[in-house]
């Protein structure tokens, strides 16, 4: 029960920008976190797809022209030097046709949305 939890939903570069910033964070500070990514923000998980996601306001503008680094990159930051693990929604891989084989590497398998939620009772969740 102890830990973030985070539900990606959105494919804006912003809300996948802070949710990216908020798991990098709490993870290398010892804190364990789980993301479950579904709807518009899975297809970033798949392999081959592309990792750019288009802005929602004129923050993602100004964080594109500024070369921030970006949402995908920091995703693997926080399961390479923490406790991170981003699980893919095993509904969004149903209805996508997406074998678990065609995962990026940092996802660390499917899950349905009811484990994710039991495994987060009690906690806050924090949906982008």
């Known amino acids: 029960m102890s830990g973030m939890y985070i539900i990606c939903l959105s494919g804006a570069r912003e809300k996948l920008q802070f949710a990216a910033m908020a798991a990098s964070v709490a993870a290398v500070s010892g804190m364990e976190v789980d993301v479950f990514v579904s709807m518009n923000a899975f297809?970033?998980?798949?392999?081959?797809?592309?990792?750019e996601a288009?802005?929602?306001?004129?923050?993602?503008?100004?964080?594109?022209?500024?070369?921030?680094?970006?949402?995908y990159h920091i995703f693997e930051q926080a399961v390479e030097l923490?406790?991170?693990?981003?699980?893919?929604?095993?509904?969004?891989?149903?209805?996508?046709?997406?074998?678990?084989?065609?995962?990026e590497d940092i996802v660390a398998g499917p899950m349905g949305l009811t484990k994710f939620l039991s495994d987060a009772e009690g906690a806050q969740i924090?949906?982008?």
């Not at 923490?82 to 995962?103: F, L, Q």
């Open 82 to 103: 923490g406790d991170a693990r981003i699980w893919a929604c095993s509904m969004a891989m149903d209805v996508m046709g997406v074998k678990e084989n065609g995962m």
């Open 126 to 128: 924090l949906t982008f």
């Open 43 to 51: 297809p970033y998980f798949i392999k081959g797809h592309r990792k």
């Open 54 to 71: 288009p802005n929602e306001g004129a923050m993602g503008k100004i964080m594109a022209e500024r070369n921030v680094p970006p949402f």
